[in-house]
């Protein structure tokens, strides 16, 4: 598989996760695919609150978003799209859920390549399915399950 990822750190903070890291936890999403292409940024709460306000309406900071690659009909790219992460948000969401942070930084990287694919939680039924993708894939990377209480 020929995965090219762009890390973009947005923000300078102790602990983030490597390009190696964010690489490893897309391709285990990617697992089916012989090529893709997408980049990760990881930012701060204000870019973050600003992407959220400008794409979903939102006035809030949040952990990830995703923006697939929108190409011309007849344009075969492996081009996926785009996720951005808010690093303060990862560590805190951590802290509060009990999650080793770097388990935390491979979910939303998990989910927000799963988005770029397609995949959506709008519904009860997309969001089981959704869920069970991330925790095999998680449990592979050697990460415990996101969803445990």
Known sequence: M?????VQYAVDADGLPTVADFRRWAAAALEDRSAAEL?????????SRR???????KDAPTNVLSFP???????DLPLL?????????????????????????AHLTVHGVLHLLGFDHGN???AAEMEALE????L?????DPWRA
Do not use: F
Request: proline share 5%; glycine share 10%.
């Open 51 to 57: 992407l959220n306000g400008t794409y979903r309406g």
């Open 2 to 6: 020929t995965i090219e990822i762009d």
């Open 39 to 47: 980049a990760v940024r990881v930012v701060d709460r204000e870019e």
């Open 81 to 105: 799209g785009d996720i951005v992460i808010c690093a303060p948000l990862v560590g805190e969401e951590a802290r509060s859920q009990h999650k080793r942070v770097m388990d935390h930084w």
């Open 69 to 75: 690659a929108e190409l011309p009909p007849g344009v």
């Open 140 to 144: 592979k990377l050697g990460c415990a």
């Open 124 to 126: 009860d039924d997309d």
């Open 135 to 138: 925790t095999r894939i998680l």
